[in-house]
């Protein structure tokens, strides 16, 4: 068994003397895990630095075996992020979140094309990624079966208007229909609706706000530790900016 395409570094663990186990991200063959021999070495830790854009090579005996992996750097997503600490936050969050929910070996090509572009880009600036990153957990949400539906008010059928977000259905709501219960909702960032403007911490920390409760909820609830500490860490840090709270 072989196979060989681009991927993203989610993780490596140490394993032995020298060795990681890596998990990657590819298009074709979803989260995919292999054992890198020397992977933890002084050569070939950079290239296995989580949100690293790598070509893969996978080889086993068996398909079902975790198999030998290597491969050679195509974008270093990881070091170039040191100097930003908002964008290293967001690269660590995307991979982490992207780790712990996908199932193994089961492709999901949107969610692979939507992590690569935001760690193409993310050189230009993290805070205007912002708004992508929350619209990629969204859609990772509906890959996974628990996506939103922000069509039109739970309510009223109305469509236009729609402020808030139901947390126990995922359901958009009006600000009419949803006044009563207004410090029970979850506000619903204009930008996930299509519409501009008013862009800016407070926005961008609703929309985190908004898919880690059902991150939280429906995809890390029943496992240990809950949603992952680096996708925590990065909706502190856009809580911090500009005194958002």
């Known amino acids: 068994m072989e196979w060989q395409a681009p991927a993203v570094v989610l993780d490596a663990r140490p394993l032995g003397e020298s060795g990681a186990v890596v998990s990657l991200l590819t298009e074709a063959h ?4 292999g054992l890198a021999k020397g992977g933890a070495s002084r050569a070939q830790a ?3 630095q989580r949100g690293n854009l790598v070509e893969a090579r996978w080889v086993a005996r068996l398909p079902d075996q975790l198999g030998s992996l ?3 750097l195509v974008h270093p997503a990881a070091a170039l992020a040191l100097e930003d600490p908002l964008a290293l936050a967001l690269l660590s969050s995307a991979c982490a979140v992207a780790e712990g929910a996908l199932p193994e070996r089961e492709p999901h090509p949107r969610c692979f ?4 572009s935001l760690i193409a880009r993310l050189a230009r600036g ?3 990624l912002l708004p992508d990153y929350v619209r990629w957990e969204a859609e990772l949400l509906g890959e996974l079966g628990y996506g939103l539906d922000l069509a039109r008010c739970a309510a009223t059928g ?3 208007d729609l402020v808030w977000v139901s947390p126990r259905t995922g359901r958009a709501v009006s600000a009419a229909a949803g006044e009563p219960w207004r410090d029970r909702l979850l506000p619903l ?6 519409q501009s403007g008013g862009e800016g911490p407070a926005e961008w920390l609703s929309g985190l706000r908004l898919t880690g409760h059902f991150l939280a909820r429906d995809v890390f609830g029943e496992r240990p530790g809950g949603l992952p500490q680096a ?6 840090r856009v809580a911090l900016l500009g005194g958002v709270t």
């Open 70 to 72: 290597s491969g050679e």
């Open 30 to 33: 979803g989260r995919h895990a």
């Open 126 to 128: 993290a805070g205007a």
């Open 113 to 116: 094309q939507g992590l690569v």
């Open 231 to 236: 996708r925590t860490m990065l909706q502190d």
């Open 46 to 48: 950079p290239l296995w």
């Open 189 to 194: 960032p204009r930008f996930l609706l299509g």
């Open 158 to 160: 109305a469509t236009e």
